[in-house]
């Protein structure tokens, strides 16, 4: 076993740190105040203490939660302070503290528990009387995931939310996010990310310590965020500092993790035997045949009796390490007074790779400052300023997913280095263990975000706010990708040494230099007014314009023949003309934007909601650039009604429902103007002139995709709050997606492409459910919530080409589906192979393919578009917590249903070569002597893209579990510490698949990728 020494935390910057720290504690220091102690109990049979429950003074950071036995005690409260008691399930209680210095309180059972914030565009709503589809997390949930991504730890936790982990490769494990599917089969279906009120891409690089809150915009409510909102909306809030004396957080973990699943392939003696079966298969099956691999050959594999020659390599073992080390440290501060709030954080992690040699790993900084100050009684400025810093090697192939290729394909049969320690040429001089001597790639990546922002509330005028902000953004990143020749040893049987040689890389050391810049410049302006009229009439009025500006600058040098390997500066490299380049491009796009909401409430259960975008993109011809985005909704209180006084089972009832259009301009930037390319020389006289040649035609019409979304929802809580019930059924219509004409236009136009037009059209449509429970029991506390949520998408229109057979045809099915053979199994027998349709050089043993045009032959007219893909339909999340005595445990379990992957790649076994193959594939294939085998003979002659290598990618996972340990009160007292816990928890630790058990089912595309990261993780949280 290899142990890698990890690279120490830089003290230069701890240290910065706490003077900060110590800086901000001594300007709140103040006297000490009153000691408050008491008891805090439930108002369940026989008036459990509450374990954990959160006790705190109001508008300050000052508060303590309840030990074991419900009891807490609380310094440094002034006369006069108002003391809040808050656990979940219960409704909170207020007490103003006098002269008592004892204070137990029962808390009352929070029958509705909807009184809950939800962060919204643009502002903040009461979950009781949102009237969108708008879910939402809080943060305190997803550090409860080691995962080195936050995106990745709202896999099935929002309903709607589908979270697709492709890849664990560090610093690269970036999921792909859908909300409610796949909606246009032209540009991104990606959604909008909003961070404190800001488009941001890098969400799986935040801290997830700063995270207050995500919501996520599912239906009209995105409507606010017009053109670039169709695919719905995710907006993330940070923490902010409060008023009270200084309070530090301090978090640290350790994690170990593993890839969830290897491919396993076959041993050098199965191998050979493979490959001598598929080389009969290709000769013909002749009655005399010479196998490449000896029997006595495939003896000395088994045996391992001759090491050098035949042995038998397990590349797997040789290059992945037993488990790789990540570590995470955060600190942060906050606090205040009524003249100015801080917070303050610091972040660092380091991820490392897989593999032993290949230079895989990952280095993140954050930081974070945060303030508030009230410059006047009316005038608020705040500045919200953040960076993260990350550093990132990969191999000099660029891509991990290539270097797992090269160890799963290795050749068995082929020996990685020798007796003397010398490393022997591998699979067609590609050895997996070179990686490290090939060069390198590294990223460096250094985004800025500033927010600064200016609030005054007018006076006398009630409800009035006005609102300014300015934010800009840079991003530097530089890439260096330096590749090397490299080399090893092949054994020379005749001289019995070893003769050095170049590896089939590039044969001399070549530099690329890429330098990118982003800067985004935003301006927002926006006008709040809220008012209750008569008692009964409650108007909310919100209003802004909105400037933004983004700019990219992209250079890049080359070099290559360099005088050494050592100096990996691009100065070093040839000056020859032949042995150098370089290029260079910027772009730019630009916003204007008009937004508004106006709420009205009448007698607290009549609700209705509209809101609007006006929008302009550059990307657009002048004159067409901007349009109207428009959402409505409305809410019903049903159980506000007195016809509900006698439904005693219903705590709260509440009916909504949506409509909106909402944009989509993801699309290709001016293409109304006419573009060139250079490339066409003419002749001019005696000699060739450069010349310039039109591409695709303009489109002077083009403009945004427009999604027409409709929901329909009820939420409701039951039985005296056990129960707690969200339903939502919604439908989507999309139109104006760009596509080519194909059967509209002529077939004959002069120019080498016709452009895009927005003719497109899809429909989905879908429903989402979510349960939750939550009971104290003495002093067992618990909870239970669950969701699903079904999403199906189809083409309407995009003017194909019909095709042979209307079952191959795109429009009408889901967006994405592929075009597939009918598998039917194998030929088994001779007989069996005559009287079937087949190709012409099929063999026995071969997938049996269906001829579903009856022609009686097997053509590309027998392909079908398959009715699912590799995007789930079904996703489904399951919450399990537990608390008793300062123990608390957490299981969250997340799936998928209705999706299939293709793996192409798995088919292959016994390939010319040389490649290795999947123990999976040939266990059961075909033989002579195993004529009912399920699987295809080696060397299978199917055509590619058949069903026999489509796989139902049904799954569940427990992704998450933590058991963790709270210290009481009574031994804090003597630590001066107000909290501290220690915990163990894991990700990805079972997976239970239906069909895909060979590898890890949530990757899509097949078995040659980084695979996804089981850890196990070891952390601690005190705050002082």
Do not use: C
């Not at 192939?397 to 290729?405: C, R």
């Amino acid at each position: 076993m290899i142990f890698k020494h990890k690279k120490a935390l830089p003290l230069v910057y701890l240290r910065i740190f706490f003077l900060m720290l110590l800086g901000l504690s001594l300007t709140g220091l103040k006297a000490q105040s009153l000691q408050i102690s008491g008891t805090v109990l439930s108002d369940e049979e026989g008036n459990p203490p509450i374990i954990g429950a959160n006790v705190f003074v109001k508008g300050t950071t000052n508060g303590v939660a309840t030990d074991i036995d419900g009891n807490y005690t609380i310094s440094n409260v002034e006369k006069g302070a108002t003391l809040v008691f808050t656990y979940i399930g219960f409704k909170n209680q207020e007490i103003v503290v006098e002269n008592s210095k004892v204070l137990d309180v029962t808390l009352v059972t929070d029958v509705t528990a909807i009184d809950e914030i939800i962060v919204i565009g643009y502002g903040e709503s009461r979950k009781e009387t949102l009237t969108g589809s708008v879910v939402s997390v809080k943060g305190a949930e997803l550090v409860k995931n080691p995962s080195a991504n936050l995106t990745s730890s709202l896999a099935g936790r929002l309903p709607g939310l589908i979270v697709n982990q492709r890849s664990g490769q560090p610093g690269a494990d970036d999921p792909n996010l859908l909300i409610r599917g796949v909606g246009t089969f032209s540009g991104g279906n990606g959604p909008l990310i909003i961070v404190d009120g800001v488009p941001r891409s890098l969400m799986g690089r935040l801290n997830p310590d700063d995270i207050e809150s995500i919501s996520v915009l599912k239906d009209a409510s995105a409507a606010i965020y017009g053109a670039r909102a169709a695919n719905g909306v995710i907006l993330i809030t940070t923490k902010s500092g409060s008023k009270g004396k200084p309070e530090f957080n301090v978090s640290m973990n350790q994690s170990f993790s593993s890839p969830t699943k290897i491919l396993d392939v076959l041993d050098a003696a199965t191998y050979a035997q493979v490959f001598n079966e598929a080389e009969w298969y290709r000769a013909g099956r002749p009655a005399n045949f010479t196998s490449f691999y000896t029997a006595d050959a495939i003896q000395k594999f088994q045996d391992g009796s001759d090491p050098v020659l035949y042995p038998n390599t397990d590349w797997v073992g040789e290059m992945l390490k037993p488990y790789s080390v990540q570590q995470r440290v955060n600190l942060s501060a906050q606090g205040g007074n009524d003249a100015a709030r801080y917070f303050l954080s610091f972040g660092y992690m380091n991820q490392d790779g897989n593999f032993y040699n290949t230079p895989v790993d990952y280095n993140q900084y954050n930081f974070r400052v945060k303030l508030d100050v009230n410059l006047t009684k009316n005038l608020t400025l705040g500045a919200n300023v953040s960076a993260i810093l990350n550093n990132r090697s990969n191999s000099a192939v660029n891509s991990n997913n290539v270097d797992f290729t090269n160890i799963l394909l290795a050749n068995p049969t082929l020996v990685a280095r020798y007796p003397n320690g010398l490393i022997a040429p591998g699979r067609l001089g590609e050895n997996p263990l070179l990686m490290d001597q090939r060069g390198y790639t590294k990223i460096n990546d250094a985004p800025l975000y500033s927010s600064f922002t200016a609030t005054y509330t007018v006076p006398g005028v009630e409800g009035l706010k006005l609102t300014g902000s300015y934010n800009y953004d840079l991003s530097n990143q530089f890439e260096k990708r330096f590749v090397t020749p490299y080399f090893f040893h092949e054994y020379n049987v005749n001289t019995q040494t070893y003769d050095r040689k170049r590896g089939t890389g590039s044969s001399t050391t070549e530099l690329w230099n890429t330098y990118n810049k982003w800067t985004t410049r935003l301006a927002n302006v926006r006008v709040n007014y809220d008012k209750l009229i008569a008692e009964k009439h409650k108007v909310g009025f919100m209003a802004g314009i909105e400037r933004q500006q983004n700019d990219n600058i992209w250079a890049q040098a080359y070099r290559k023949n360099f005088v050494s390997t050592a100096i990996d500066q691009i100065n070093v490299g040839s000056n020859a003309p032949e042995d150098k380049n370089n290029g260079g491009s910027t772009s730019a796009s630009a916003y204007n934007n008009y937004f508004g909401r106006l709420n009205y409430s009448f007698n607290g259960k009549y609700l209705a909601e509209f809101l609007f975008r006006y929008d302009g993109s550059q990307i657009f011809p002048e004159g067409s650039r901007y349009g109207f985005f428009p959402g409505v909704s409305a809410g019903w209180l049903v159980s506000e009604e007195s016809f509900m006084d006698n439904v005693g089972f219903v705590d709260f009832l509440k009916l909504r429902g949506s409509y909106g259009q909402i944009g989509n301009d993801r699309v290709a930037a001016y293409q109304y103007l006419q573009s060139f390319s250079f490339g066409q020389n003419y002749v001019f006289g005696n000699g060739d002139v450069p010349g310039i040649f039109a591409n695709t035609l303009p489109n002077p019409n083009i403009t945004w995709e427009v999604a027409e979304k409709l929901d329909l929802g009820i939420q409701s809580t039951l039985f005296n709050g056990l129960l707690g019930v969200d339903l939502t059924l919604w439908n989507q219509k999309r139109s104006n997606i760009l596509a080519k004409r194909n059967v509209s236009i002529s077939n004959v136009l002069g120019f080498s492409a016709i452009p895009d037009e927005n003719i497109g059209k899809t429909s989905s449509k879908g429903f989402e459910i979510e349960l939750n429970h939550r009971r104290t029991i003495g002093k067992v506390s618990y909870g239970i919530s669950g969701n699903t949520s079904f999403a199906r998408s189809r083409i309407d229109f995009m003017d194909e080409v019909p095709q042979d057979e209307e079952i191959k045809n795109q429009t009408g099915r889901p967006i994405g589906a592929g075009l597939f053979y009918e598998a039917d199994g194998i030929f088994n027998t001779q007989e069996e192979l005559e009287s079937y349709p087949h190709l012409s050089n099929a063999q026995v043993g071969d997938t049996k393919i269906v001829d579903l045009n009856g022609d009686g032959m097997i053509n590309a007219a027998d392909q079908f578009r398959f009715n699912y893909t590799s995007t789930p339909e079904v996703v489904f999340g399951l919450n399990l917590d537990l608390a008793y005595q300062g123990f608390d445990i957490t299981m969250f379990f997340q799936g998928q249903t209705n999706a299939y992957n293709y793996d192409g790649g798995f088919a292959s076994l016994g390939n010319s070569n040389f490649d290795n193959a999947s123990v999976y594939r040939a266990e059961d294939r075909w033989t002579v002597d195993n004529p009912n085998g399920t699987k295809p003979r080696a060397g299978d002659n199917a055509p590619s893209n058949n069903t026999m290598w489509l796989f139902d990618a049904t799954f569940a996972r427990l992704k998450n579990m933590e058991v963790g340990y709270s210290l009481p009160n009574s031994l804090l007292g003597r630590t001066g510490l107000s909290q501290a816990r220690i915990y163990v928890s894991g990700s990805n630790l079972l997976t239970w698949a239906k069909e895909i058990k060979w590898v890890d089912p949530e990757v899509n595309g097949g078995f040659l990728y980084y695979p996804q990261q089981r850890v196990l993780n070891l952390g601690a949280n005190i705050k002082f």
